[in-house]
């Protein structure tokens, strides 16, 4: 499987990016789609996950209310809108896929998902 994130940059304090994660994935029974972000220095953390198949959604507590995790119907895509955005969401920002997992959705584990992207930077600026 192959993931490609797009739609990083530089946004001023309070401004909105989008970036999206384009999947390549064989035939599959359960997905999940998350999104996690690293600092500098730090492990990769958990920010926003999706089930395919029945869209549930979760967040991590800082992004509650501002970001919002969306899917393609059409395509394995996968959206990150991100508002509001303050410079503590500076980061590295990767998705990561789980094809075909069964019993309890470990969605915000890193070592849970199989495979990832290459990351896109996000830059706020104060």
């Known amino acids: 499987a192959q993931l490609v994130e797009s739609g990083g940059g530089l946004v001023q304090a309070g401004g909105s990016l989008r970036l999206s994660c384009a999947a390549s994935?064989?035939?599959?029974?359960?997905?999940?789609l998350g999104w996690f972000r690293q600092y500098p220095g730090k492990e990769r953390e958990f920010v926003a996950a999706i089930d395919w198949n029945t869209s549930s959604a979760y967040y991590e507590d800082s992004v509650k209310g501002r970001f919002t995790i969306s899917r393609d119907n059409a395509k394995i895509t996968v959206w990150l809108q991100m508002n509001s955005l303050k410079p503590e969401d500076t980061a590295l920002y990767y998705c990561?896929?789980?094809?075909?997992?069964?019993?309890?959705?470990?969605?915000?584990?890193?070592?849970?998902?199989?495979?990832w992207g290459q990351g896109t930077r996000v830059i706020v600026s104060s």
């Open positions: 994935i064989r035939a599959f029974g359960t997905l999940f």
């Open positions: 990561a896929a789980k094809p075909g997992y069964s019993g309890t959705a470990l969605f915000a584990v890193r070592e849970w998902y199989d495979y």
